[in-house]
């Protein structure tokens, strides 16, 4: 909101697992105004409860939802896109298999040659590089650090 000057109508796009950071983003956006694509692998989507709660938020607030295992699909005209780590504390056993999983999950330059002319890229960190490559995380597009900056007051 304080890059964009406001949410309704923007598209926020999620390409990675289907964990506690996107079940949040789901359970807001539609109330927010805003369209929903996400792409996990298989075996890695949200939550279906989530999922359930999140298609009725969607109708009722009159917003789009998309879920997808393409990322390039759902970063389709995407003015925001964002990802989290694909290993949550607890998951470190499962390190080799999440990551032969989220091959071609990376975001890249490549990823949001479809998005919006406007897109930014968000991550609530610490991110490691085969989230997201150097080139999006560090450019002008990114927000990572306001994004964090701002946690940290509502904190």
């Not at 996990?40 to 298609?55: A, N, Q, S, V």
Request: proline share 4%.
């Amino acid at each position: 909101q304080e890059h964009y000057g406001g949410l309704n109508g923007l598209t926020i796009t999620w390409i990675g697992d289907g964990n506690n950071v996107l079940h949040s983003i789901m359970t807001s956006a539609a109330k927010l105004g805003m369209h929903l694509r996400i792409a996990t692998p298989k075996g890695y989507e949200p939550d279906l409860r989530i999922t359930k709660i999140t298609e009725q938020y969607s109708k009722e607030y009159g917003t789009k939802l998309l879920l997808t295992t393409d990322p390039l699909e759902a970063a389709n005209a995407a003015n925001v896109l964002a990802t989290d780590t694909w290993i949550s504390m607890g998951q470190e056993e499962e390190k080799e298999r999440r990551l032969k999983a989220f091959q071609g999950y990376q975001i890249t330059m490549q990823t949001v040659k479809s998005a919006a002319s406007n897109w930014t890229f968000l991550h609530c960190l610490p991110r490691k590089p085969e989230e997201v490559d150097d080139e999006v995380f560090y450019s002008p597009r990114s927000l990572v650090f306001q994004e964090a900056e701002n946690r940290k007051w509502t904190i």
